[in-house]
C-alpha cells in the first residue's frame, strides 16, 4: 500500500507515526513548534502533540542539542533539529563530545538513542556559509551513525529506524530533496538502516553515490544508456557505516567504479569510498576509481558558479564516457 | 551556412600559430586563394589564404593572440547576411569599422572542461612531476579555481623549483618577456644541437681574392662564399652528409644555409643547389631570399633543409675568431671573421660522427683554394 508523497511529507508521517506510538519520543529545535518546521517537517504536530513534545527552542544550538543528549542518556528518545547543518557547527560539542563518547565512556550503563535531523547540501544560492557539506566532518566522529535518505521512502524507513536505534544518528537530509517525490510504503518491511541500494542495475560501471546526487547519478545513468553504457548506481543511504559487500559486489561485477559526491573531494565520503573499494577490489578493477567531488572551495553565491562547484549529470557524463573508454582502450592494448 | 577556418599547419614544425594581423574584416567578400589573415608560425609570418568564397565572418580570434593548429580561428559564411561580427553593420556590404574585434568578439575556443571534471582529471592524469611541482600551465589556465592542491601551492613562487628560475631568483628582481617565435625556434634547435659530438679546426685564409670580385662584379660576397664552400663540398661530399642512427644521410645537392640576423633573431635563408647552378641564377635567388628576410616572409621551406652552413661575422671590426653550433641535419658550419691582411680566421666545426679533423683539414685547404681563383666560382 504506497502512496506518493513528498520527501518532507513522509519524514512528518515518520514523526507522527513514531510520535504516536512511543511517549518518549519529542522534538525540539528552532521554530519546529508553532511554525511547523523549515522545510514543514514537524507540520501539524504541534497541534496534535502539544508544547511539551514538540519543543520550540531558542537560537541556541549548542544549548538544545545538549538538552537533547541529556534527555537521551535518562531514558527519552529525543528528535533534535538543526535548521541547517551551517548551524550545526555550534552544536558539535554536544554531539561529538557528549552523545558519540558518553555510552562508551559509560562503559554501556548509558545509552543515547538521540537522533538529530539537519537540513543541508548545496541549495540555490544560499551563499557560502548556508550551502557547507559537513559529511567529512561528521564521518570522521567515531560513535556517530550518519544517514543520507534520497528519495521519500528511505527518509520514512529512516527516520524510523533512527529514532528506535539507541544510538546517536545524524540523519542528513538535502535541501533541495524536501520537494520531491516518490511512492512510500507504510507496511512493507525496512531494508537495515545502513543497507546500500542498487538503485539502477548495470554492467559497464558502478556508479557510487549517496544523498541527492545519488538520483543526479541515476539521470546521468540514463544519459548514458543513450549512448549504450550501462552504469550500475549504488545509493549508500548511510554513510557511517558504510554497506561495503554492496559497493563491493557490484564493482566485482562492472570492474570499474565512479563516485560522485557533492561534498569536497579532498579527505571526505569520496575518498574514503575509493580507498576501502580499492583495497577490497583492487584485482577486480579494470581502471582505476575516479572520483567527482565538489570543489575543495567556499560554495560560491553566483548561481552559475555554485553549479560549477559541484558535480553535474554532463561531469557525471563525461567522467563515465573516460573511465570506460580508457579502460576499453587499455584492454585492447 | 559558416564553415570554420582553421589554424593551418605552415610548416612541418608548426604546432602553435599566432595571429598577427587580420587582413579582412568580419562581413568582407573573401574569394578563394585570397588572403584573409597573416600568421606568425616558427620563424614566419605567413598568410593565410581563404579556401572558399564567402564572406569573413566572426567570432575570430583577437589579433595577437596563439592557437594551436587546427583550433577554429573564425569563420566563412555564405550569405553576407549570416556573417556575426561584434557590432551589427550597417548594411552587409558596408565597409566594417577599424575596430572589427572588439571585447564581444570572443575567440572561439572550445568550452573547457568543467571545473569538477577537470579537478578530477587533473587530480588523476597530471603526470606525477607536474602536479608535484610546477603548477604553472595546465593546471591554472583550465581550471583556475579547481586546484586539488593547496591554494599555497598556487603562488607565482612554485615555478620557481625548476632550475633556470632557481638560479634566477637568487638574483634581482625581474619580469618575464614572452620570447618571440623566432628566438624559440632558435632555442629548440640549439637544444637539439647541443648533444652533437663536435670539434672544430681553425684556419687563416686569404680571402683578399674574394673581396675583390665581389667588388668588381658587384656581387655579394656572402655569396661567393657559399659558393667556394659549395665546390669544396663538392670536392669534398662528406661535408654534404648527415648523421642519423639508421646511417648517414648523403645528399644529392648540395644546399647552403647562410645565418642572417634579421633584426629579430638568427634566420638561415638556405640557397638551393650552391655547386651548380649559374652564378646569375644563384644571385637571384639570393635577392629574393634577402628580400623576405627583411620582410619577415621567410616560409619554412626557404629556411630549413640546408646541407652545410655558413656564418659570416666579418662586418664587425672587432671580432677576430668565433665558432658556431652545427644545426641539426649538417656536418659542419664555417664561421668567418673580420678579414684581416694576415688573412682571416675561419673555423669550421664539425660533427665528429661524419667528419673527422683530417677531413675537416683537407676541406679547408680546398677552400683555400677556391677562393684564390674566384673566376672559376662563376663556371
Same mark, same amino acid.
Given at each position: 500500500?504506497?502512496?506518493?508523497?513528498?520527501?518532507?511529507?513522509?519524514?512528518?508521517?515518520?514523526?507522527?507515526?513514531?510520535?504516536?506510538?512511543?511517549?518518549?519520543?519529542?522534538?525540539? #529545535?528552532?521554530?519546529?513548534?508553532?511554525?511547523?518546521?523549515?522545510?514543514?517537517?514537524?507540520?501539524?504536530?504541534?497541534?496534535?502533540?502539544?508544547?511539551?513534545?514538540?519543543?520550540?527552542?531558542?537560537?541556541?544550538?549548542?544549548?538544545?542539542?545538549?538538552?537533547?543528549?541529556?534527555?537521551?542518556?535518562?531514558?527519552?528518545?529525543?528528535?533534535?533539529?538543526?535548521?541547517?547543518?551551517?548551524?550545526?557547527?555550534?552544536?558539535?560539542?554536544?554531539?561529538?563530545?557528549?552523545?558519540?563518547?558518553?555510552?562508551?565512556?559509560?562503559?554501556?550503563?548509558?545509552?543515547?538513542?538521540?537522533?538529530?535531523?539537519?537540513?543541508?547540501?548545496?541549495?540555490?544560492?544560499?551563499?557560502?556559509?548556508?550551502?557547507?557539506?559537513?559529511?567529512?566532518?561528521?564521518?570522521?566522529?567515531? #560513535?556517530? /551513525?550518519?544517514?543520507?535518505?534520497?528519495?521519500?521512502?528511505?527518509?520514512?524507513?529512516?527516520?524510523?529506524?533512527?529514532?528506535?536505534?539507541?544510538?546517536?544518528?545524524?540523519?542528513?537530509?538535502?535541501?533541495?530533496?524536501?520537494?520531491?517525490?516518490?511512492?512510500?510504503?507504510?507496511?512493507?518491511?525496512?531494508?537495515?538502516?545502513?543497507?546500500?541500494?542498487?538503485?539502477?542495475?548495470?554492467?559497464?560501471?558502478?556508479?557510487?553515490?549517496?544523498?541527492?546526487?545519488?538520483?543526479?547519478?541515476?539521470?546521468?545513468?540514463?544519459?548514458?544508456?543513450?549512448? #549504450? !553504457?550501462?552504469?550500475?548506481?549504488?545509493?549508500?543511504?548511510?554513510?557511517?557505516?558504510?554497506?561495503?559487500?554492496?559497493?563491493?559486489?557490484?564493482?566485482?561485477?562492472?570492474?570499474?567504479?565512479?563516485?560522485?559526491?557533492?561534498?569536497?573531494?579532498?579527505?571526505?565520503?569520496?575518498?574514503?569510498?575509493?580507498?576501502?573499494?580499492?583495497?577490497?577490489?583492487?584485482?577486480?578493477?579494470?581502471?582505476?576509481?575516479?572520483?567527482?567531488?565538489?570543489?575543495?572551495?567556499?560554495?560560491?553565491?553566483?548561481? =552559475?558558479?555554485?553549479?560549477?562547484?559541484?558535480?553535474?549529470?554532463?561531469?557525471?557524463?563525461?567522467?563515465? /564516457?573516460?573511465?570506460?573508454?580508457?579502460?576499453?582502450?587499455?584492454?585492447?592494448? | 551556412?559558416?564553415?570554420?577556418?582553421?589554424?593551418?599547419?605552415?610548416?612541418?614544425?608548426?604546432?602553435?600559430?599566432?595571429?598577427?594581423?587580420?587582413?579582412?574584416?568580419?562581413?568582407?567578400?573573401?574569394?578563394?586563394?585570397?588572403?584573409?589573415?597573416?600568421?606568425?608560425?616558427?620563424?614566419?609570418?605567413?598568410?593565410?589564404?581563404?579556401?572558399?568564397?564567402?564572406?569573413?565572418?566572426?567570432?575570430?580570434?583577437?589579433?595577437?593572440?596563439?592557437?594551436?593548429?587546427?583550433?577554429?580561428?573564425?569563420?566563412?559564411?555564405?550569405?553576407?547576411?549570416?556573417?556575426?561580427?561584434? *557590432?551589427?553593420?550597417?548594411?552587409?556590404?558596408?565597409?566594417?569599422?577599424?575596430?572589427?574585434?572588439?571585447?564581444?568578439?570572443?575567440?572561439?575556443?572550445?568550452?573547457?572542461?568543467?571545473?569538477?571534471?577537470?579537478?578530477?582529471?587533473?587530480?588523476?592524469?597530471?603526470?606525477?612531476?607536474?602536479?608535484?611541482?610546477?603548477?604553472?600551465?595546465?593546471?591554472?589556465?583550465?581550471?583556475?579555481?579547481?586546484?586539488?592542491?593547496?591554494?599555497?601551492?598556487?603562488?607565482?613562487?612554485?615555478?620557481?623549483?625548476?632550475?633556470?628560475?632557481?638560479?634566477?631568483?637568487?638574483?634581482?628582481?625581474? /619580469?618575464?618577456?614572452?620570447?618571440?617565435?623566432?628566438?624559440?625556434?632558435?632555442?629548440?634547435?640549439?637544444?637539439?644541437?647541443?648533444?652533437?659530438?663536435?670539434?672544430?679546426?681553425?684556419?687563416?685564409?686569404?680571402?683578399?681574392?674574394?673581396?675583390?670580385?665581389?667588388?668588381?662584379?658587384?656581387?655579394?660576397?656572402?655569396?661567393?662564399?657559399?659558393?667556394?664552400?659549395?665546390?669544396?663540398?663538392?670536392?669534398?661530399?662528406?661535408?654534404?652528409?648527415?648523421?642519423?642512427?639508421?646511417?648517414?644521410? /648523403?645528399?644529392?645537392?648540395?644546399? !647552403?644555409?647562410?645565418?642572417?640576423?634579421?633584426?629579430?633573431?638568427?634566420?638561415?635563408?638556405?640557397?638551393?643547389?650552391?655547386?651548380?647552378?649559374?652564378?646569375? *641564377?644563384?644571385?637571384?635567388?639570393?635577392?629574393?631570399?634577402?628580400?623576405?628576410?627583411?620582410?619577415?616572409?621567410?616560409?619554412?621551406? *626557404?629556411?630549413? #633543409?640546408?646541407?652545410?652552413?655558413?656564418?659570416?661575422?666579418?662586418?664587425?671590426?672587432?671580432?677576430?675568431?668565433?665558432?658556431?653550433?652545427?644545426?641539426?641535419?649538417?656536418?659542419?658550419?664555417?664561421?668567418?671573421?673580420?678579414?684581416?691582411?694576415?688573412?682571416?680566421?675561419?673555423?669550421?666545426?664539425?660533427?665528429?660522427?661524419?667528419?673527422?679533423?683530417?677531413?675537416? =683539414?683537407?676541406?679547408?685547404?680546398?677552400?683555400?683554394?677556391?677562393?684564390?681563383?674566384?673566376?672559376?666560382?662563376?663556371?
Amino acid at each position: 500500500m504506497s502512496q506518493e508523497l513528498l520527501y518532507w511529507q513522509a519524514l512528518n508521517r515518520a514523526m507522527d507515526h513514531e510520535m504516536a506510538a512511543d511517549d518518549s519520543v519529542f522534538t525540539l #529545535g528552532e521554530d519546529v513548534g508553532l511554525y511547523g518546521g523549515s522545510y514543514r517537517v514537524t507540520e501539524g504536530l504541534y497541534a496534535k502533540y502539544g508544547e511539551w513534545r514538540v519543543r520550540d527552542t531558542p537560537i541556541s544550538e549548542n544549548g538544545f542539542t545538549g538538552l537533547g543528549v541529556g534527555a537521551a542518556l535518562v531514558g527519552m528518545r529525543p528528535v533534535v533539529e538543526i535548521m541547517t547543518i551551517n548551524f550545526m557547527l555550534l552544536a558539535l560539542d554536544s554531539i561529538i563530545n557528549g552523545a558519540a563518547k558518553i555510552p562508551l565512556m559509560s562503559g554501556g550503563r548509558l545509552k543515547a538513542p538521540l537522533v538529530v535531523r539537519v537540513p543541508g547540501g548545496i541549495a540555490r544560492q544560499l551563499a557560502a556559509q548556508h550551502a557547507q557539506r559537513l559529511e567529512h566532518t561528521l564521518m570522521n566522529v567515531p #560513535g556517530l /551513525r550518519i544517514a543520507v535518505p534520497s528519495t521519500p521512502q528511505d527518509a520514512y524507513w529512516q527516520l524510523r529506524q533512527a529514532i528506535a536505534s539507541d544510538d546517536p544518528i545524524i540523519l542528513l537530509e538535502h535541501e533541495l530533496l524536501y520537494f520531491t517525490k516518490g511512492p512510500v510504503d507504510f507496511v512493507a518491511e525496512a531494508p537495515p538502516m545502513h543497507r546500500a541500494i542498487v538503485r539502477r542495475q548495470g554492467h559497464d560501471v558502478t556508479v557510487v553515490s549517496y544523498s541527492r546526487h545519488a538520483v543526479v547519478a541515476q539521470d546521468a545513468a540514463n544519459e548514458l544508456a543513450k549512448d #549504450g !553504457i550501462d552504469a550500475e548506481v549504488i545509493d549508500l543511504r548511510s554513510l557511517k557505516p558504510i554497506d561495503w559487500d554492496t559497493c563491493a559486489a557490484s564493482v566485482e561485477k562492472t570492474h570499474r567504479l565512479l563516485v560522485v559526491e557533492e561534498d569536497c573531494r579532498f579527505a571526505g565520503a569520496g575518498a574514503e569510498i575509493s580507498a576501502t573499494l580499492t583495497e577490497r577490489c583492487f584485482y577486480s578493477l579494470d581502471a582505476p576509481v575516479q572520483r567527482l567531488a565538489g570543489l575543495d572551495i567556499p560554495t560560491p553565491y553566483n548561481g =552559475a558558479l555554485e553549479a560549477a562547484s559541484i558535480p553535474q549529470i554532463a561531469d557525471i557524463v563525461a567522467a563515465t /564516457r573516460q573511465l570506460c573508454q580508457a579502460t576499453s582502450e587499455s584492454k585492447a592494448a | 551556412m559558416s564553415q570554420p577556418i582553421a589554424m593551418p599547419a605552415l610548416s612541418d614544425t608548426m604546432s602553435n600559430g599566432r595571429l598577427v594581423k587580420w587582413i579582412k574584416k568580419p562581413g568582407d567578400a573573401v574569394h578563394k586563394g585570397d588572403v584573409i589573415a597573416e600568421v606568425e608560425t616558427d620563424k614566419a609570418v605567413m598568410e593565410v589564404e581563404a579556401f572558399q568564397d564567402g564572406y569573413l565572418s566572426g567570432p575570430l580570434i583577437e589579433e595577437g593572440t596563439e592557437a594551436p593548429v587546427g583550433q577554429i580561428i573564425g569563420y566563412i559564411s555564405d550569405s553576407p547576411n549570416k556573417v556575426q561580427t561584434a *557590432e551589427p553593420l550597417a548594411a552587409p556590404s558596408a565597409p566594417h569599422g577599424a575596430d572589427g574585434g572588439n571585447s564581444s568578439d570572443k575567440p572561439a575556443i572550445a568550452a573547457p572542461m568543467s571545473a569538477v571534471l577537470a579537478a578530477s582529471t587533473i587530480a588523476s592524469r597530471q603526470p606525477l612531476a607536474r602536479r608535484h611541482f610546477a603548477s604553472a600551465g595546465p593546471v591554472r589556465t583550465n581550471a583556475p579555481i579547481s586546484s586539488a592542491e593547496p591554494t599555497a601551492e598556487a603562488t607565482p613562487h612554485t615555478s620557481a623549483s625548476k632550475p633556470t628560475l632557481v638560479a634566477i631568483e637568487a638574483g634581482p628582481a625581474y /619580469r618575464l618577456e614572452r620570447a618571440s617565435s623566432l628566438r624559440e625556434a632558435v632555442a629548440r634547435t640549439m637544444i637539439a644541437s647541443a648533444a652533437t659530438p663536435t670539434f672544430r679546426v681553425s684556419a687563416q685564409l686569404l680571402l683578399d681574392p674574394l673581396l675583390r670580385a665581389a667588388n668588381e662584379r658587384q656581387q655579394s660576397f656572402t655569396l661567393l662564399l657559399a659558393r667556394a664552400c659549395a665546390r669544396a663540398i663538392v670536392a669534398h661530399p662528406l661535408f654534404n652528409a648527415a648523421y642519423t642512427p639508421e646511417g648517414l644521410a /648523403r645528399r644529392e645537392r648540395v644546399d !647552403i644555409g647562410v645565418a642572417v640576423d634579421d633584426g629579430y633573431g638568427l634566420i638561415t635563408p638556405v640557397l638551393r643547389d650552391a655547386a651548380r647552378k649559374s652564378m646569375t *641564377e644563384l644571385s637571384r635567388d639570393w635577392a629574393v631570399l634577402h628580400d623576405k628576410v627583411k620582410k619577415r616572409r621567410l616560409a619554412p621551406a *626557404e629556411y630549413s #633543409g640546408a646541407t652545410f652552413y655558413l656564418s659570416n661575422l666579418g662586418a664587425s671590426a672587432v671580432v677576430y675568431t668565433f665558432d658556431s653550433i652545427v644545426p641539426i641535419g649538417a656536418a659542419a658550419i664555417l664561421s668567418v671573421a673580420r678579414a684581416r691582411l694576415e688573412g682571416t680566421l675561419c673555423t669550421l666545426a664539425c660533427d665528429h660522427r661524419v667528419v673527422f679533423g683530417l677531413d675537416a =683539414a683537407r676541406f679547408l685547404e680546398t677552400l683555400a683554394q677556391q677562393i684564390k681563383e674566384p673566376s672559376k666560382l662563376s663556371v
